[in-house]
């Protein structure tokens, strides 16, 4: 017997028919003996359209209105799938955030768990019940509606597994796992069997959607056991796990990429002190995230080029910032280039095995692509190329680093 | 300055536009210097929605976990209004039946408010803010949500109003107060300035859809004086206050009429003790309301004509009862007749004046309308007769006691 949480998206709970499917999912587990918690979003669609009616009530909303309005979502389907559940014999009852409680701060509309006080949870399971829990959803400090923002019902999942102590916490979601690189792009592509934290965190930064990455940090801070599965097929999943739990470290693990990338460069810019901080401080003033930054070695001694990558997004914005301040940062040209991919090589294994970034480079090189930025973390290899060459690189790449189904 | 509870219903809060009416019309009383609370309904249609995917995903389902899901349409409505309310400058924020609290007893799907606490209520409008309470609904010992049943958000609107010290609870609503009889089949009615709750109250049982009985009940056991009147246009409305409020009082203040009656005739019955229990019984048990009962005096001595009357949703199921217990009974016809109507004559004067019921007698006799069961009360005579009289009786009647418009 284990107690295990488990959690639906949106998808999964789609309409009343998919609700009964993810009931017998859910029978399954209890009558092979489990203690079980379940964690649900909203239905598909139901979100978008709360949001769309706040928005049309008030363009500039109180975010407290706002979260009162849009967690009503997971409380219809939370109430739904307890109703599905008891209609094929499943003792269940549905908890809202406050009815746990689920205590969170106050920031409204993207609010971080504080405690969870597992006492009801607890003894509900122990009677032989399934506690349905709205995801996405808090109380504050003044006892008003929270809601955690996005990746809210991932997080809500882990905490709970966290507070009850789980065995592990199963995230059914579209896709039927964790894969050495996007299968729809490189069809040799592997589903793992398992990946450490510090990879699917690296991996979730860099472009793979399959987990937010608040969720696997969270996971990683209380060593809760993730398993990432499919609600539509019975393959197993991914679990994702502390390193300890695997036994033979691959080098590279997995291979991600984000589209998401613009870069610009700034030429001739002064090779002086404060030059960088008088570049970025009125990006990060204008909350623009900037990722990577390369600033060359200057030729002349007196002035370097520099460039960096924002989001595509922010890049008409970061390029009204820059141009307004042309005279006070001196630069000789501001090149923007939105065509460019990262691609990001992962694996803890890096840190024990030297030649993975000469890997990367050399094989990039043999089919001639050019690497613009270079960026290393411990367990993480990221370059910039154009975006052309973006299906190329991933195939390549995952042939040279072994991972190719044989 | 005055302390008023406004209420708004589901057609005066049918979209974000019609928000934005109400949050105007709210504005307007905050305005005027007053302190004011807010009650609403769920959007027009959204209730149904829910209770539709309640039953899709249960047949039989738990009242709680319908409570759950049918609340959140309340709980949408109270958060957009509080933030159309914010876009026009007015201060204000939604409260959740578990937010007040409401407290109510268990019977999830129709509960009864217990007690409301106003100390959050009273200190936000102290401070000049408009508190937006989600109607419907309320907490209950088992900290769960509850909804109270049809004509819950006008019952929460006159708890809260006898809960805060209201001056007046506001009732906006898709009519524009209580008139002397249906405007649509009698032109000549007029809207009555006052009422007496005694005369709501059975205005509201025979037949008039203006007012639930339950909530007229709840403001005259606390005294709240309650206004109906229209969120579509600006005539003033009806009152409805204690006797003493009224300083002429007129014989009969209104006439209601009920085609959702079905007569039932039992011929040749047994003329013993006992009878009546015999066929009452099962009907009760079958939760079959039965509203008039008429035993005619028995010829032989030993049996007896009885007639009675029900819904006509009942009439299939009393009608299929009795035939069933035909030799128990002994009675010799069983004659249906869904083709009636009931017609009732109210007004606290009768009390005064005599000759109410006679008027009435002579008035359809002159028409030659036969009246088939009568009944009265202290403030009310009702007569039951084919349903083909009813413009024709309705219209003499008004004329008789004197309601015309002049």
Same mark, same amino acid.
């Given at each position: 017997?284990?107690?295990?949480?488990?959690k639906f998206g949106g998808?999964?709970v789609?309409?009343v028919?998919?609700i009964?499917?993810v009931?017998?999912?859910?029978?399954?587990?209890?009558?092979?003996?489990?203690?079980?918690?379940v964690v649900v979003s909203a239905m598909t669609g139901v979100t978008n359209q709360l949001v769309?009616r706040v928005?049309?009530?008030?363009?500039?909303?109180?975010?407290r209105e706002y979260d009162a309005v849009v967690a009503t979502g997971e409380q219809v389907a939370a109430g739904l799938l307890a109703l599905a559940l008891?209609?094929?014999?499943?003792?269940a009852r549905s908890f809202l955030g406050w009815q746990v409680p689920i205590?969170t701060?106050?920031?409204?509309?993207?609010a971080?768990?504080?405690?969870?006080?597992?006492?009801?949870?607890?003894?509900?399971?122990?009677?032989?019940?399934?506690p349905v829990i709205a995801g996405f959803q808090g109380i504050g400090?003044?006892?008003r509606i929270t809601t955690l923002?996005?990746?809210g019902s991932?997080?809500t999942a882990?905490?709970i597994?966290?507070?009850?102590?789980?065995?592990?916490?199963?995230?059914?979601?579209?896709?039927?796992?964790?894969?050495?690189?996007?299968?729809?792009?490189?069809?040799?592509?592997?589903?793992?069997?398992?990946?450490?934290?510090?990879?699917?965190?690296?991996?979730?930064?860099?472009?793979?959607?399959?987990?937010?990455?608040?969720?696997?940090?969270?996971?990683?801070?209380?060593?809760?056991?993730?398993?990432?599965?499919?609600?539509?097929?019975?393959?197993?999943?991914?679990?994702?796990?502390?390193?300890?739990?695997?036994?033979?470290?691959?080098?590279?693990?997995?291979?991600?990429?984000?589209?998401?990338?613009?870069?610009?460069? /700034?030429?001739?810019?002064?090779?002086?002190?404060?030059?960088?901080?008088?570049?970025?401080?009125?990006?990060?003033?204008?909350?623009?995230?900037?990722?990577?930054?390369?600033?060359?070695?200057?030729?002349?001694?007196?002035?370097?080029?520099?460039?960096?990558?924002?989001?595509?997004?922010?890049?008409?914005?970061?390029?009204? /910032?820059?141009?307004?301040?042309?005279?006070?940062?001196?630069?000789?040209?501001? /090149?923007?280039?939105?065509?460019?991919?990262?691609?990001?090589?992962?694996?803890?294994?890096?840190?024990?095995?030297?030649?993975?970034?000469?890997?990367?480079?050399?094989?990039?090189?043999?089919?001639?692509?050019?690497?613009?930025?270079?960026?290393?973390?411990?367990?993480?290899?990221?370059?910039?190329?154009?975006?052309?060459?973006?299906?190329?690189?991933?195939?390549? /790449?995952?042939?040279?680093?072994?991972?190719?189904?044989?």
């Amino acid at each position: 017997m284990a107690r295990i949480v488990q959690k639906f998206g949106g998808t999964s709970v789609g309409d009343v028919e998919r609700i009964g499917h993810v009931a017998r999912r859910v029978k399954r587990e209890v009558d092979a003996g489990n203690e079980v918690a379940v964690v649900v979003s909203a239905m598909t669609g139901v979100t978008n359209q709360l949001v769309e009616r706040v928005r049309e009530a008030a363009r500039l909303h109180d975010a407290r209105e706002y979260d009162a309005v849009v967690a009503t979502g997971e409380q219809v389907a939370a109430g739904l799938l307890a109703l599905a559940l008891q209609a094929i014999g499943v003792s269940a009852r549905s908890f809202l955030g406050w009815q746990v409680p689920i205590l969170t701060d106050d920031a409204h509309g993207r609010a971080r768990i504080q405690s969870i006080d597992p006492t009801l949870l607890l003894q509900r399971m122990a009677d032989g019940q399934v506690p349905v829990i709205a995801g996405f959803q808090g109380i504050g400090p003044d006892r008003r509606i929270t809601t955690l923002g996005r990746g809210g019902s991932d997080t809500t999942a882990v905490a709970i597994a966290a507070a009850v102590a789980a065995e592990r916490c199963d995230i059914y979601t579209d896709v039927d796992g964790v894969y050495t690189c996007d299968p729809r792009i490189v069809t040799k592509a592997r589903k793992l069997a398992r990946i450490t934290y510090e990879e699917m965190l690296e991996l979730a930064s860099q472009g793979a959607r399959v987990l937010h990455t608040r969720s696997v940090e969270m996971a990683m801070n209380h060593r809760v056991r993730v398993q990432v599965l499919s609600s539509f097929d019975d393959s197993p999943g991914t679990l994702v796990v502390d390193e300890d739990e695997i036994m033979e470290q691959r080098t590279v693990s997995g291979i991600a990429y984000s589209r998401d990338e613009a870069k610009v460069t /700034l030429t001739h810019v002064a090779d002086r002190p404060g030059v960088a901080a008088a570049i970025f401080g009125p990006l990060a003033d204008a909350s623009i995230n900037v990722d990577m930054i390369v600033q060359n070695v200057s030729a002349d001694g007196e002035t370097t080029d520099l460039t960096f990558t924002v989001t595509r997004a922010d890049l008409d914005k970061t390029m009204q /910032l820059l141009q307004a301040r042309q005279a006070e940062l001196g630069y000789r040209a501001l /090149l923007p280039d939105p065509k460019v991919v990262k691609i990001s090589v992962i694996g803890i294994g890096m840190r024990s095995h030297a030649g993975v970034a000469l890997t990367m480079f050399r094989t990039l090189a043999e089919r001639g692509i050019n690497i613009q930025v270079i960026s290393t973390s411990e367990i993480k290899v990221s370059v910039l190329i154009a975006e052309e060459y973006t299906e190329l690189a991933l195939r390549v /790449l995952h042939t040279a680093y072994g991972l190719d189904v044989t």
